[in-house]
Structure formats: structure tokens, C-alpha cells
């Protein structure tokens, strides 16, 4: 079972704003881009449309603090934490921190977290609320206080 993932990446140039600063609204792609690959590590399924079998997980709650910037060209750790695994739903922690030769600085820049609801589709095509799978949960675990601390 796994608690925690991080994931690099390079500051780009469409990501800034006049003065090199990146705009807030990447961090919200990037939080969803470590989720995405998290996901894809341990095989669980985000979206599945197959008849009988249609499950997604939408947002209901996202956030992001922001305590320093991050400029063009700097490399970023975005890291994710299983904060919370509900009866239907999943809350993630985010914490993104600059590397710097490799390393990944103990200041942390951003702090961000998303929360989705496993659903599944209804007989007219709507999504309604379904219980987190067996299979999803038995692969997850929440972060410790000690890791969410951190």
C-alpha cells in the first residue's frame, strides 16, 4: 500500500507571468499531474467508462497556499500524501518544493490538496456518489501524522 509520491519537473516558460513568476494556476495542473501519474504507478483506475463500469473521481474541493515563487527554468518537486481515504472519497496533500542540484530543498514553496469523490454513472448518464472499491483502497494507505507534518 502506498502513501506517498513524488514527481520533478522543470519550471516552463508558458507557465510564468511577465516577470518569470509562475502563474497560480499551474500548481492546480501540477497537483493533477502527480495525482495522474500516482495513479498510473499502481494501476487504479481514474476513469472507466466501460458499460456497468463507469467510475471517475471528481473534485469537490481544491486548494493551494502559496508561500514563495517559483520562476522559468527552476525544478520542482511536487509531492503527493494520502492524507485521508473516506468511505467515497480520497483527500490528497500536496507539497512543492525547488531542487536544486539534485536535491530537494527542505523549504516548502506551496502547499495545495485536492479532495474526489468516487462515482458511478446512473442508467440516464448522470454520476452519482458509489463506495471507494476494494481494489483502489486495498492499494492506498493515508500518509502518517508524522509524513503530513513534514
Request: glycine share 8%; net charge neutral.
Amino acid at each position: 500500500m502506498r502513501s506517498e509520491f513524488t514527481q520533478t519537473r522543470n519550471v516552463e516558460f508558458a507557465e510564468t507571468d511577465m516577470a518569470g513568476i509562475v502563474h497560480f494556476s499551474n500548481y492546480f495542473r501540477w497537483m493533477e499531474s502527480c495525482e495522474m501519474a500516482f495513479c498510473r504507478e499502481l494501476a487504479l483506475p481514474l476513469v472507466d467508462f466501460s458499460p456497468g463500469q463507469a467510475t471517475g473521481w471528481p473534485r469537490v474541493n481544491v486548494h493551494c497556499e502559496f508561500h514563495a515563487p517559483f520562476r522559468f527554468g527552476d525544478v520542482v518537486q511536487v509531492q503527493l500524501l494520502v492524507q485521508k481515504i473516506g468511505t467515497k472519497a480520497i483527500t490528497y496533500a500536496f507539497r512543492f518544493r525547488k531542487v536544486v542540484d539534485g536535491q530537494a530543498q527542505p523549504a516548502v514553496l506551496a502547499r495545495g490538496g485536492i479532495t474526489a469523490v468516487c462515482v458511478g454513472g446512473t442508467a440516464e448518464g448522470g454520476m452519482i456518489s458509489q463506495a471507494i472499491p476494494p481494489e483502489v483502497r486495498a492499494k492506498l494507505a493515508p500518509a502518517t501524522p508524522e509524513q503530513l507534518a513534514g
